[in-house]
């Protein structure tokens, strides 16, 4: 079409291109308006002028737009004439994007002969999005380990040089390439768009990306620096062949509208021209060392009486807890989420005081930082502990022992009910091994691990089972057992026994 490429055609037959499509353009708008309804800016914003951008003179003289990217897929027909056009892509299917010289003879001599590098990005297109677009592309990551939300089908491509794609930067791909050459870039976007919006239950609108190409030229220093140009369009992802689906139900729709009303709408394109758009800014994230977090630590247990020699101490130590206080300042919140590696949002949560985050709702918190991040976050401001995979209680059996004899002749000498109260420990399994047993009632008892020579388990007829690793994974969830220790024959130390 007219429209998908610029020719350089001499200027007086550029003028009178011009003369004759605003005469046609314009006849009868005077009518049906009247007079004063409408300016002539209005005018020059319609889409079909803004296709035709390469008839229209520049606004500045000065202003140089040396290159034209056409997406090879059809625009929708049910997009407004004062709105962008908008383009529906099928997951991973590879889309061609055609790469045009636009430059008049004598315009930028410095690149002729010479490469240039073209940046492709698929960014968020709602504003909304765009403040949280390094969070939400980590959750992404996080639910698609391994995949790429934009990649270069290189064999399908033609006249790209030296194809890269930075693995820290899942939606970004760049390339050199020679102007003076046929160029043609297939890239295949593998996000969808229902993956960013919240709720997802089915049949939710998805949100729209865009398409942007920044084109550099090389420096004095031979760095593709200096910015030449940028364009983006409007795009929509699909599941596989959604997007035929999608195109083909705005035609529909389109067809059974009346003339009058079909009048509002663009008609649709075979190709989608991007249009120019300011340079996308390179944005750092700092990425701070992160801070310790909780240490998982417990606490040594004195059990008196025991048999065990209490040889070795080991030093308790204190749980460290970090909750978040509402009381807590705006600074004081900000080294809360510094201490907690959440320092990326710091910058979004800056005059937050802690009651303001601990108001936050879990889908608050994870529709600002993403749905991994998010949770993460939530979690840390309830200051919600990981539960045990499995929790035992043992009671030591010579305390049980003496405290029944205890009772019993208190029950016998007439001084009251037998009211026996028997004091258990919970040991906190999370190996599920039988040397993590072993260490937690070696430090249950004070004394080394390596002083318990094996675990029994009191079985039927009172045989004693040696604990494996599989029998602790078959222990059933808070059972109840008696400690009993028993002195080994060859060394100093003992042997324990679950009743």
């Known amino acids: ?17 011009l003369v004759q499509d605003f005469d046609a353009s314009l006849s009868g708008i005077g009518q049906e308006l009247g007079a004063g309804a409408y300016s002539m800016s209005d005018v020059l914003a319609l889409p079909i002028f803004k296709q035709e951008e390469s008839n229209l003179p520049p606004d500045d003289e000065n202003k140089i737009l040396p290159f034209q990217y056409v997406l090879c897929a059809a625009t929708s027909p049910a997009v407004k004439l004062h709105d962008e056009t908008l383009t529906y892509l099928n997951q991973g299917q590879s889309y061609e994007i055609r790469m045009l010289d636009n430059r008049k003879m004598g315009e930028l001599p410095e690149i002729t002969g010479k490469l240039v590098k073209s940046i492709i990005r698929v960014v968020f297109h709602d504003r909304r999005l765009q403040y949280t677009e390094h969070q939400q592309l980590e959750g992404w990551k996080w639910n698609r380990p391994g995949d790429r939300i934009l990649d270069l089908d290189i064999p399908m491509s033609v006249g790209m040089i030296d194809p890269r794609a930075n693995p820290t930067q899942l939606n970004t791909v760049e390339f050199l ?9 297939f890239i295949q976007v593998h996000c969808i768009s229902t993956e960013f919006t919240m709720r997802k239950h089915g049949g939710e609108k998805g949100v729209p990306f865009r398409i942007q190409i920044d084109t550099f030229k090389e420096n004095e220093n031979g760095e593709y620096t200096e910015h030449l140009h940028s364009a983006s369009c409007q795009i929509k992802v699909f599941k596989p062949k959604g997007a035929d689906r999608k195109q083909k139900t705005d035609r529909e729709k389109m067809e ?7 009048e509002k709408y663009q008609p649709s394109y075979e190709t989608t021209i991007l249009t120019e758009c300011s340079p996308w800014p390179e944005i750092s994230y700092v990425n701070n060392t992160p801070s310790p977090g909780f240490n998982s630590s417990h606490s040594s247990f004195t059990v ?27 600074q004081e919140a900000q080294q809360w989420l510094h201490r907690n590696r959440f320092s990326p949002f710091c910058r979004l949560f800056t005059n937050f005081s802690g009651a303001d985050l601990l108001k936050l709702t879990r889908d608050d918190v994870i529709q600002i930082c993403g749905p991994a991040d998010g ?13 045990p995979r499995l929790t035992i209680y043992v009671c030591q059996e010579s305390l049980l022992v003496r405290e029944q004899q205890q009772q019993q002749q208190k029950h016998e000498n007439g001084d009251g009910a037998n009211s026996a109260f028997f004091v258990y420990h919970a040991i906190y399994l999370e190996d599920l091994t039988a040397v993590e047993l072993t260490e937690k009632i ?3 008892f004070n004394i080394s691990p390596r002083q318990i020579n094996q675990i029994y388990k009191q079985g039927p007829t009172g045989i004693h089972v040696l604990v494996s690793d599989e029998m602790i994974q078959n ?10 220790t028993m002195k080994a024959e060859t060394n100093d130390g003992y042997h324990i026994i679950l009743k």
């Open 1 to 17: 079409m007219a429209w998908a490429l610029k020719l350089p055609l001499a200027d007086e037959v550029i003028e009178s291109g």
């Open 442 to 444: 070696a430090q249950l």
């Open 475 to 484: 222990f059933q969830d808070e059972s109840c057992f008696v400690l009993d």
């Open 304 to 330: 008196g009486e025991g048999n065990g020699s209490p040889s070795h101490q080991p030093e308790p130590v204190a749980q460290i807890t970090d909750n978040l206080l509402p009381t807590a300042t705006p």
């Open 256 to 262: 059974k509208r009346t003339p009058q009303e079909k």
């Open 177 to 185: 390439w020679d102007p003076s050459k046929r160029t043609s870039v």
């Open 375 to 387: 949770i993460r976050l939530f979690n840390a401001l309830k200051g919600r502990v990981v539960r």
